[in-house]
């Protein structure tokens, strides 16, 4: 299942809203930290800044965050994934249409938190 790239980056809206999907690339407006992008779409903000590669928390008017993970397509169409360096279990599991429980009984994982960079993760 490949992800589907959105026409145009979102930007956050200081109205209090109920936790919104994330867009895939969203544009930091004046006064946007990390943490409240993050809190406003469900997404630790550890995780944004690993997906884009930041060093630090600073963040710039303009500059563009990738808000999800994505995928290769070939790794999106097979019956297992060959788990990468910050990948997750529920990442994992979201990104394949399944459930962490689910992979976790499928491939006798004893702690969905303990995974390695070159396992297999059957669907």
Known sequence: MAVK???????????????????????VKSGDT???????????????KRWNGLKSDLIFPGQKLKMKKVLDKTSAKKDSYTVKPGDTLSEIAAQHGTTTASLVKKNGIKNPNKIYPGQKIKF
């Open 34 to 48: 990390l943490s409240e992008i993050g809190a406003h779409y469900g997404i630790d903000y550890h995780d944004i």
């Open 5 to 27: 790239k959105s026409a145009k980056p979102q930007q956050l809206s200081k109205v209090k809203k109920k936790k919104q999907s994330a867009p895939d690339l969203y544009v």
